[in-house]
């Protein structure tokens, strides 16, 4: 059955039922199998499965990661929480991670468990990065729950769809204090027709979803030891808006201007590069530099979504790689791109960069 068929007979089901209730306030990815993979813009499903990035905040790097893992026997990761007040929420903006006083290598196998118990299913899982990536996902939660669907939809649910994917980053990160950051990172996308006669469908990218990375987060505390109420205080505290980002240009080359000092700076730049689908490769924390490439598809032989971007021919073999910097005076930020060697990169394709690294910022 196509995808038109199937979105026609969950509306029509909707239009029958009279009491048909949205719990758009809850989540249910319970029903997530591993299955044949999403059918995106062959680019969008290239940069999913490769894309890295690394936030900062005193972090060491994925090789001390490793180090430290070897150091500690295997038996610890299950180990009980020091306490209940060992994890915390902090906040930049719409931006949050957890800070939990455990080491690193005693949070992998929680953290992996937890995405687990919430229905997902690994496409990445990556130790020695502390990395993991869940596959695209359907919240169920977001189907009507009418009397139609009560009745039939155990035999034919696969009719129902709400025509949304989700997908999640997770990244542990090792502080240099001994403590141990924990990002996570949403990625959706969306169904649509992509005829007039709306007899086919494609799927797009939707925006990140903040509230939901938050709920998410929210959830990952308790399942570390923090209570329901605790949590749940914890993530809805008022939050005041981040420092807007704009584009300019700075001796002929176009820049992301953000009012914040390098640390905040760093941070959510790192953050949005990985929201943005970019492949973070390396970097340098010192020197304020992320390390991109973007790899082209090379078995679709239409152009997809970022093809189109990046003016890329597909059948061109060599990634495009750049450096982002990130410098700073004071509570000023500067963002911009580099080449490859390292010279500053004025090109269509570096504007086209810094506008989807200020629309992600703003």
């Known amino acids: 059955m196509n995808a038109t068929t199937r979105l026609g007979l969950l509306g029509l089901a909707v239009t029958l039922s009279a009491c048909s209730v949205l719990e758009s306030d809850k989540i249910d990815y319970k029903s997530a199998t591993k299955g044949a993979s999403l059918e995106v813009p062959p680019d969008l499903s290239q940069l999913s499965r490769d894309t890295r990035y690394t936030v900062p905040g005193g972090v060491v790097s994925a090789a001390a990661f490793e ?3 070897a150091q500690q026997p295997r038996g610890a990761a299950n180990a009980a929480p020091q306490a209940i007040g060992d994890v915390r929420i902090e906040r930049d903006g719409n931006q949050r991670w957890l800070v939990v006083d455990r080491p690193a290598d ?3 196998e929680p953290v992996r468990d937890f995405w687990l118990e919430n229905g997902f299913v690994y496409t990445l899982e990556q130790p020695n990065l502390g990395l ?3 596959d695209w996902a359907e919240n169920r939660a977001k189907l009507p729950q009418d009397i139609i669907r009560s009745t039939i939809g155990k035999v ?6 709400t025509g ?13 204090d001994g403590r141990t950051e924990i990002y996570v990172s949403h990625r959706g996308m969306v169904e649509v027709y992509s ?4 007899d086919s469908t494609i799927w797009q990218p939707r925006p990140a979803d903040p509230e939901l990375e938050t709920e998410f987060l929210r959830r990952l505390m308790v399942k570390l030891g923090v209570s329901e109420e605790q949590s749940k205080a914890a993530a809805a505290a008022v939050v005041p808006p981040a420092p807007s980002a704009r584009m300019a240009t700075a001796s002929g080359v176009p820049v992301v201007q953000l009012d914040e000092n390098f640390d905040r700076a760093w941070r959510r730049v790192g953050v949005s590069l990985d929201r943005t689908g970019f492949t973070v490769e390396d970097r ?5 530099v992320y390390f991109v490439r973007y790899v082209a598809p090379t078995e679709k032989k239409e152009q997809g979504f970022f093809s189109k971007l990046f003016g890329r021919s597909p059948d061109a073999a060599a990634p495009l790689k750049y450096r982002i910097v990130v410098r700073s005076e004071g509570s000023q930020s500067t963002v911009s791109v580099l080449n490859a060697a390292g010279a500053p990169e004025s090109s ?3 504007e086209r960069i810094v506008r989807v690294l200020a629309d992600d910022l703003k």
């Not at 034919?156 to 769809?161: E, G, K, N, P, R």
């Not at 949304?164 to 240099?176: G, H, I, M, V």
């Not at 005829?195 to 709306?198: L, P, S, V």
């Open 348 to 350: 269509a394709n570096a």
């Open 164 to 176: 949304e994917r989700d997908k999640f980053r997770t990244r542990l990160e090792r502080a240099s």
């Open 195 to 198: 005829t007039a006669q709306k």
């Open 284 to 288: 340098d924390r010192s020197q304020g």
């Open 67 to 69: 180090a430290g893992q």
């Open 106 to 108: 005693q949070l992998w």
């Open 132 to 134: 993991l990536e869940t």
């Open 156 to 161: 034919f649910d696969s009719l129902y769809s």
